[in-house]
């Protein structure tokens, strides 16, 4: 059974930076992509980032493109995404999966953590 767990939510200014993390268990990590979603109340979730098992693919977001900045380390089973110059728009519940495209960002399974929330205030 995969186990997905987020970390490093929270309240941020505008212009400030967060550091998610993501552990997993239950899977063989780096067989995966592994991506991270976002959601707002009232909203589908929106593939934020994705990267390849060996972390040379990545697929980003345009509205997170030049800001957020995705990374894994395999031998911990765990992922990271670094969000610099937040925005208010960037207020979200951020998730982790495992399996997705480096092509599109969508995700290919429907295994999710239970999220973190992040909130960007103006």
């Known amino acids: 059974q995969v186990q997905l767990a987020e970390s490093g939510g929270g309240l941020v200014q505008a212009g400030g930076s967060l550091r998610l993390s993501c552990t997993a268990s239950?899977?063989?990590?780096?067989?995966?992509?592994m991506g991270w979603f976002r959601q707002v109340p009232g909203k589908e979730r929106e593939g934020v980032s994705c990267i390849s098992w060996s972390g040379k693919i990545t697929y980003y977001a345009d509205s997170v493109k030049g800001r957020f900045t995705i990374s894994r380390d395999n031998a911990q089973n765990t992922l990271y995404l670094q969000m610099n110059n937040l925005k208010p728009e960037d207020t979200a519940m951020y998730y982790c999966?495992?399996?997705?495209?480096?092509?599109?960002?969508?995700?290919?399974?429907?295994?999710w953590g239970q999220g973190t929330l992040v909130t960007v205030s103006s």
């Open positions: 999966a495992a399996d997705c495209s480096t092509y599109n960002g969508v995700a290919l399974s429907n295994s």
């Open positions: 239950g899977l063989i990590f780096d067989d995966n992509t």
